[in-house]
């Protein structure tokens, strides 16, 4: 399932920062979680939020490697994802408190892919720009190739569209980079704007709810 595969993609990983642990979670909350609308509940917990989920036992504390610094780790993930989940249902935190306290991985898990309660179904944010584009693309490389010209040709032509990566931000908001102002190979540009955009949803965020 795809809510599976994106969830094992962070299974594995750690965070020194309570700053990268939010910014991850930010990522992921568009495709697992629906907007609370009915009270002001922020969609993108930013650290103050989060720091208030752990002083309320809502968030295991972080794991103390030194005097100094902290990890974070996939169950700190999870439980911040399923505090979402069960936001998007209306449910206050003293409830979600009650429900999640002393919650298995495996049980957030199986709560956060299986949609249960209504929860929204996993839907990659996809611009409207890049479906026109990729309508585009295929009804221009099916008459290059009607017209038996080389591939050469289909690169040339697919050229421009090539060029920018685009990512919705939230609704009304999207966010375009041309690819040859960032280094490193595709993936590290797509995880670039990915990061971005998840800054921009915790800070727009931020400023609705003030």
Same mark, same amino acid.
């Given at each position: 399932?795809?809510?599976?595969?994106?969830?094992?993609?962070?299974?594995?990983?750690? %965070?020194?920062?309570? *700053?990268?642990? /939010?910014?991850?979670?930010?990522? $992921?909350?568009?495709? $697992?979680?629906?907007? #609370?609308?009915?009270?002001?509940?922020?969609? %993108?917990? *930013?650290?103050?939020? /989060?720091?208030? %989920?752990?002083?309320?036992?809502?968030?295991?504390?972080?794991?103390?490697?030194?005097?100094?610094?902290?990890?974070?780790? %996939?169950?700190?993930?999870?439980?911040?994802?399923?505090?979402?989940?069960?936001?998007?249902?209306?449910?206050?935190?003293?409830?979600?408190? *009650?429900? $999640?306290?002393?919650?298995?991985?495996?049980?957030?898990?199986?709560?956060?892919?299986?949609?249960?309660?209504?929860?929204?179904?996993?839907?990659?944010?996809?611009?409207?720009? *890049?479906?026109? #584009?990729?309508?585009?693309?295929?009804?221009? $490389?099916?008459?290059?190739?009607?017209?038996?010209?080389?591939?050469?040709?289909?690169?040339?032509?697919?050229?421009?569209?090539?060029?920018?990566?685009?990512? /919705?931000?939230?609704?009304?908001?999207?966010?375009?980079?041309?690819?040859?102002?960032?280094?490193?190979?595709?993936?590290?540009?797509?995880?670039?704007?990915?990061?971005?955009?998840?800054?921009?949803?915790?800070?727009?965020?931020?400023?609705?709810?003030?």
């Amino acid at each position: 399932m795809i809510k599976q595969k994106l969830l094992n993609s962070f299974k594995n990983k750690e %965070y020194s920062t309570l *700053d990268e642990l /939010v910014i991850v979670a930010a990522q $992921i909350i568009p495709h $697992i979680a629906s907007e #609370q609308k009915r009270y002001r509940v922020s969609v %993108y917990p *930013d650290e103050r939020t /989060v720091r208030y %989920y752990i002083n309320e036992g809502l968030v295991d504390k972080p794991y103390e490697v030194s005097e100094s610094s902290s990890r974070f780790t %996939y169950r700190h993930l999870l439980q911040i994802l399923i505090i979402k989940h069960l936001q998007a249902q209306y449910l206050s935190l003293n409830k979600i408190k *009650d429900m $999640i306290k002393d919650m298995e991985e495996e049980r957030m898990e199986e709560l956060i892919i299986s949609g249960q309660n209504g929860y929204s179904e996993y839907s990659r944010l996809v611009s409207p720009m *890049d479906r026109k #584009q990729k309508f585009l693309n295929e009804n221009k $490389i099916e008459a290059i190739f009607r017209e038996k010209v080389s591939f050469k040709k289909v690169k040339e032509e697919l050229k421009v569209s090539q060029e920018w990566l685009r990512v /919705v931000v939230k609704e009304g908001v999207e966010l375009n980079i041309r690819t040859d102002i960032i280094k490193g190979s595709r993936e590290d540009k797509e995880e670039f704007l990915e990061k971005i955009a998840a800054r921009l949803r915790i800070y727009l965020d931020t400023e609705k709810n003030r």
